[in-house]
Structures are given as structure tokens and as C-alpha cells.
């Protein structure tokens, strides 16, 4: 058989997980800060000039609608609406987002008819803090940019100075094509901070990954730890010792698995005590009627074989031992095969209350014999059940044999079959000693000679046979038992579906 390939451990898995968290991360950071920091900021930026734009266009329509004439020439001088101007004003100082910021209106023939200088230096007027008589309302880069917004409808360009300093121009025309706006503000170097980021990231990167590390293996260490204490647990019971117990304190998942991992290890040391205690009674009843057997059929062959009474009588011994072996036996290849599952549950449907009167039947001639009474309490309509025949005639065997067993001194034994919400709760009574509190939880578990009952007969297996088959059907079952007044088994049968309509007309 291949071994498995071996793969790194839980701890490992962590350590390294985390570790690539760490280091995702300011791969991430650097990614945004040196890639796409100066495109979101320029579109940023570009968002901002265009509504400071479409305002402006707003302002001109709405003075065009109220037949407002915005500019006009007289001989050679500009004429500009008064209360146009003033609305221009109070539109452009509402912006609180744009501050520093340079608005270009011009008309048709290209000339400047009203301009706002808040920006300094101005690529488009080549005006600066120093010299404002620089300030050009015409100049020869500010006319290609009317040419090119008029042309395209529209404009979107940077401008750079010679020293480094960068602006963004965006343009629109109004809506009756009449005049062009143009609006511009200064670019920051964000690309200078990106080059100056992504030289800081790796030492940081580097302390980060240290840093990582050093968690990771802290972390690894404190989650990983029931892990291994439970690695170790299960070790332990592989070896049989059951008494182990893992510190299960914890109120997460982990301190939930080590509940059940306990959980577990007393139900394994109670299933191996079991085990052993079924191996020593069935060897001690098996060794009895042996060592009868053998001793009464020497007795015959060496002192009583010509003592025809003497030899009968010891000849019966010997095959009642041996049918009590046989007994023993078939018992256990019973159980043996309704545990294991070699034996198939196979249900059908039938009515329950005609096999417990045919069952109660055979037990007429032992009732008679020895004056007691087996009461039989049914419903009047038939319990019409979904479950395999013979195992259910098995099971109320066990049951009834195990209650004439335990018969109280009134000699009444009950076999009870009631309706409920589920289909019928079956119950078989008995008026005996009553079985100790103490005991009921591993009544159906242990072996049934093991209970204080060695002068008794039977094999001592018809409860566990019993447990098997109602588990095989998927029943409810239990004991109620009051010590001195009796004992109450009972299981819950499950109703039978209804038949099909069509099949029954075929």
C-alpha cells in the first residue's frame, strides 16, 4: 500500500497563510499609491472642472430662456449682462470643492468676453502673483483651445509649463453653440509621491514580513495546540488507555471537538467493557453445560450403563444442556448478524395487533401450566404498520420472554398497543422486582445476565437482539421501571403510508 504524500502541517499552513496576508497587503498598497493614484486623482480632478463647466452652461441657458442677451460689441467694445456677471460670481464661489481654479468664456469670433482668475500661474493667460500685467485675455495657447473646444464640441487636455508645473483644461460650449467655456485648475505631482512611496514600501514591507512571522508562529502555536493534544489523546486510546481526557475549556469549535473526542472515549471504553463482559458470560455459560456434559456422560459410560433409570435421567441432563447450548449459540449468531447488518430489515405493511395475537398464543400452554395470564390490550381498529414481520414476532419474543422471566406474584404480564401521534406505541408490562434507576440507561447495552439475575434462565441476549432490530427500523424505544412494582418496555411503530390509488386499480 503507497503511503500518503506527506503535506505541510496545520501549523505550517497558517504560518504561511498569514505570512502571504502580510505581504499581499503592501503589494496591494504599492500597486494603488505608484499605479493608480495619479489616474484616479486626474479623474478626480476632471469630475470637478466638468460640473464647474455644466454649471456655467446651466447659468447661460437659463439667461438665453428669459431672452437675456449674455454679450454683445458696440464699435469695437464688449458689452457683458451685469446680472449675468453677478450669477457667474455667485455660482463659482458655491463650488467649495474647486478653489484654485481659472474660468475662459469666449464667443463666436474667439475673443475673450469674460474670464475669472483664480489661479496662479495661468497656463491659459500666462498670468502669475508677480507681474499681472503678463495676464493675457488672448494669448495664443488659450485661442488653440477655444479653436479645439469649438471644433469638437467639447475638450479635455493637460498643459505643462516648462518648469514642471501641469494643469487640466476642460472645455464645453453652451448649448445654442454660441460660446465656449473653458475651466482649468493646477495638477498636484502626484506621481512624485507615488516614486517616493513605492522607495519607502519595501523596508516597511520587510519589517512587516518579520513582524508576520513572528505572529504567525505565536498564533500557530496557541490555535493548533488542542490539536495536538487531541493527536496525542487519540494515540493514547488506539493503545487502550480509555481513562484520557483533553482539556476541553475552550467555547469555540475546537473546544467543542475536544468535548466530543471525551464523549467519545467513554462510549469506546464503555463499548470494549462490554465486549469483555459478553465474551466472559457467554464463556462461563458455555463452559457449564460443557463440564455437565462431560461429567454425566462419563458417569454413564463408566458407572450407570447398565442402569437403564439412573441412565435416562442422566442422558436428559445432557440433552437439556445441550439444547441450552444450542440455545446460547443461535442466540449469539443472532445478534451477530442483526448488528453487523447481515441481516436486511425488509418492511411491509401489515397489521400489528393480528401478529401480537398470534404471538400471544403461543405462550397459552406455559401461562396454563403455571397459572399466569398474559393480557392482551389492543385498539379496536387494526394497526395498519410499516416494518419487517419476523424481526417485530423476534422482538416481542424477547420482550414477553424477558417479562415471564421477571413475572411479579400476581402472574399478569401485558402486552399494550395504543394509538399516538407517530403511529403506535407497542408496551410490553411485567408486575416484577423492577429494574434499578441506576441501571436503565444500559439495560439494553449490557448483557442481560450481568443484572444481579444468575439463578434465572436464559441466554441474556434478548435485549440487545431487541435494541438491534428497533435500531435497524429507526424506532423510539425504552424501559420505565418503578423498583418493586414492575417494569414497562415500549417502542414506537412507525404508521403505514397510505397504498397508491393507481396501483390498487392497476
Not at 455644466?54 to 441657458?61: F, H, P
Not at 408490562?429 to 444481579?452: C, K, M, T, W
Request: with cysteine; charged share 20%.
Amino acid at each position: 500500500m503507497a503511503r500518503p504524500t506527506l503535506r505541510p502541517g496545520i501549523r505550517a499552513q497558517l504560518m504561511l497563510f498569514l505570512c502571504s496576508i502580510c505581504l499581499f497587503l503592501p503589494g496591494l498598497f504599492w500597486l494603488l499609491s505608484t499605479q493608480m493614484l495619479e489616474p484616479l486623482y486626474n479623474q478626480r480632478i476632471e469630475e470637478q472642472l466638468s460640473y464647474q463647466a455644466d454649471q456655467i452652461v446651466a447659468l447661460m441657458d437659463s439667461a438665453v430662456e428669459r431672452g437675456e442677451v449674455i454679450s454683445s460689441w458696440d464699435f469695437g467694445e464688449l458689452l457683458v449682462n451685469e446680472d449675468f456677471r453677478n450669477a457667474l460670481y455667485r455660482v463659482l464661489s458655491s463650488n467649495t470643492e474647486l478653489t484654485n481654479f481659472c474660468v475662459d468664456i469666449s464667443d463666436t469670433s474667439l475673443r475673450n468676453i469674460l474670464y475669472v482668475e483664480n489661479l496662479y500661474p495661468c497656463l491659459l493667460h500666462n498670468s502669475t502673483l508677480i507681474e499681472e500685467d503678463t495676464s493675457s485675455p488672448n494669448a495664443p495657447t488659450v485661442l488653440q483651445m477655444r479653436r479645439s473646444c469649438r471644433e469638437a464640441g467639447q475638450l479635455l487636455q493637460s498643459l505643462r509649463a516648462p518648469g514642471g508645473a501641469s494643469q487640466m483644461v476642460v472645455g464645453r460650449m453652451s448649448t445654442d453653440g454660441c460660446y465656449a467655456i473653458l475651466v482649468t485648475t493646477s495638477l498636484v505631482h502626484v506621481s512624485e509621491a507615488g516614486q517616493v512611496l513605492g522607495r519607502m514600501l519595501p523596508p516597511i514591507a520587510a519589517l512587516v514580513f518579520v513582524f508576520a512571522m513572528a505572529s504567525a508562529w505565536l498564533f500557530s502555536q496557541w490555535f493548533t495546540k488542542p490539536l495536538r493534544q487531541l493527536s496525542a489523546a487519540a494515540r493514547q486510546v488506539a493503545r487502550g488507555d480509555f481513562a484520557i481526557q483533553v482539556d476541553s475549556s475552550r467555547r469555540d469549535e475546537l473546544g467543542a471537538l475536544a468535548r466530543e473526542f471525551d464523549h467519545m472515549a467513554r462510549e469506546v471504553q464503555r463499548a470494549a467493557q462490554m465486549q469483555r463482559d459478553l465474551l466472559a458470560n457467554v464463556s462461563h455459560d458455555l463452559r457449564t453445560p460443557l463440564t455437565l456434559i462431560k461429567g454425566y456422560a462419563e458417569t454413564v459410560r463408566d458407572l450407570t450403563g447398565d442402569d437403564k433409570a439412573h441412565r435416562d435421567e442422566q442422558m436428559n441432563i445432557i440433552i437439556d444442556e445441550a439444547d441450552r447450548l444450542t440455545a446460547l449459540v443461535s442466540k449469539v449468531m443472532e445478534l451477530s448478524k442483526v448488528t453487523s447488518g447481515a441481516e436486511k430489515c425488509e418492511p411491509v405493511r401489515f397489521d400489528f395487533c393480528q401478529l401480537c395475537d398470534e404471538v400471544s398464543e403461543r405462550y397459552d400452554a406455559v401461562c396454563a401450566q403455571n397459572g399466569w395470564q398474559l393480557r392482551l390490550e389492543l385498539p379496536d381498529q387494526p394497526a395498519e404498520v410499516w416494518a419487517d414481520p419476523s424481526m417485530m414476532e423476534r422482538a416481542l419474543h424477547n420482550l414477553l420472554g424477558n417479562a415471564m422471566h421477571h413475572i411479579g406474584p400476581d402472574g399478569v404480564f401485558i402486552l399494550r398497543v395504543t394509538p399516538c401521534a407517530e403511529g403506535f406505541r407497542a408496551e410490553v408490562e411485567d408486575h416484577g422486582p423492577g429494574i434499578p434507576a441506576a441501571d436503565l440507561p444500559y439495560i439494553f447495552d449490557r448483557y442481560y445476565r450481568s443484572r444481579a439475575d444468575a439463578g434465572k434462565t436464559g441466554t441474556g441476549l434478548g435485549l440487545s437482539i431487541t435494541r438491534a432490530i428497533f435500531q435497524q427500523h429507526g424506532f423510539r424505544f425504552g424501559v420505565e421501571s418503578t423498583v418493586g412494582s414492575g417494569t414497562t418496555f415500549w417502542f414506537i411503530l412507525k404508521k403505514a403510508p397510505r397504498p397508491d390509488p393507481r396501483s390498487l386499480h392497476g
